[in-house]
């Protein structure tokens, strides 16, 4: 038997860097999701530390994800009113949905379909993803109240009615977004996501900035429950299952990129497994789904991680700030909508899609219907009307 090894110094270095990106993007990702900001941390916490202890590659970083964030905000939004505990009660119960499905298809050896997703779908797919995130922004961007579930519709309202504009939080989120933005030009090691958000939290909580904030967030750690509504599985299995195969394109992008720069295998059973879990994990603790992040996976690898404990430290740290989050509850709502523009800029890119017309006509075909139907989709979401 192999000798038991634990976190290297670089994983503890790694772990506690990307917690420092973590927490106020768990914030900004849980706002977009549509979940209270606390549910958000929950699932920042307990995902990493499962994923990091069964998954594959010693560098993905597990948790709260823009794409999966969207996907469950389209699968709620509908027929639930955002930001309520009914509505944190079933992104749980969708958590534990996208897990057990990917945990199933890890250990029935189903890696395989993590082959079989086409590349201009994957592209095409998170192109109108970034599009439609960066769209359903604009309303708190510019200090406007979002009043429709359709980020189109949301984003095009707000910028129809310029009179209503916070001027004081479209200069505050434009400058975490800036801030975000070149810190990663400057060293991809400054936290520049801490940074932009923390002095927008001081700007409002000392200099009296009078801009829409994300509100009380408890502290306390969290509990396991499964006191979920059980009864509207049937409705949500769907969802899950699209949710679990979709959002799986991202961590499965990530591994096998940093395993083919290390030339070294990546296993798909394996990291099915270990995100499955990671997810129920999420679920358990009143969180909601999560993914692998591209960004906070390669602030983990810059940062000196070296095996899979990185990730256990990452959500221990989170853990460890739960009975202190209070303090956050002045974040500004611009300040959040910077972060997750900033996020997703790198996405906003069409040249993949664009790529395949020289490779392959049919395939430039797919992506296309792909990207269309991405976008459109939203389109047909209606929340009905309370009797």
Do not use: C
Request: charged residues 10%.
């Amino acid at each position: 038997m192999g000798r038991w090894q634990g976190p290297t110094r670089g994983d503890v270095v790694a772990g506690l860097t990307v917690a420092l990106v973590l927490v106020p993007q768990s914030i900004a990702y849980a706002v977009l999701a549509g979940v209270p900001a606390v549910h958000g941390l929950y699932a920042a916490a307990a995902a990493p530390i499962v994923a990091g202890l069964v998954g594959s590659s010693p560098y993905l970083q597990t948790g709260p994800v823009a794409l999966t964030s969207l996907l469950t905000l389209g699968a709620l939004a509908p027929t639930l009113d955002e930001g309520t505990a009914t509505y944190a009660a079933h992104a749980a119960l969708l958590a534990l949905i996208v897990g057990a499905t990917r945990l199933v298809v890890g250990v029935a050896r189903g890696g395989f379909v993590a082959y079989l997703m086409s590349q201009p779908v994957v592209a095409a797919f998170t192109l109108a993803a970034a599009i439609l995130i960066g769209f359903s922004q604009l309303p708190a961007l510019v200090g406007v109240p979002s009043g429709h579930v359709n980020p189109f519709v949301s984003g095009l309202q707000a910028l129809a009615h310029p009179w209503e504009w916070a001027w004081a939080g479209i200069v505050l989120g434009h400058a975490v977004l800036a801030i975000t933005l070149l810190a990663k030009r400057v060293n991809p090691l400054v936290p520049g996501a801490l940074i932009g958000t923390l002095g927008a939290l001081l700007l409002v909580r000392y200099a009296g900035l009078d801009v829409a904030v994300v509100g009380a967030i408890p502290d306390g750690l969290p509990t396991p429950s499964l006191d979920l509504p059980w009864s509207a599985t049937p409705g949500l299995l769907l969802s899950g299952v699209i949710i679990a195969l979709v959002g799986f394109a991202e961590p499965a992008s990530i591994a096998r990129q940093y395993a083919s720069a290390d030339r070294t295998r990546w296993e798909p059973d394996k990291e099915f497994v270990g995100q499955g879990l990671a997810n129920l994990a999420a679920g358990l603790f009143r969180g909601y789904p999560v993914g692998g992040s591209f960004s906070r996976s390669a602030l983990n690898r810059l940062s000196g991680a070296r095996t899979r404990w990185s990730g256990v430290v990452t959500g221990v740290a989170v853990l460890a700030t739960l009975p202190f989050v209070s303090v956050l509850s002045d974040l500004p709502k611009a300040a959040l909508a910077g972060l997750i523009v900033a996020s997703v800029v790198p996405l906003l890119n069409p040249r993949p899609v664009l790529r395949t017309w020289r490779m392959s006509r049919p395939q430039f075909v797919v992506g296309l219907v792909t990207l269309a139907v991405s976008l459109a989709a939203p389109l047909q979401q209606r929340r009905p009307q309370l009797r």
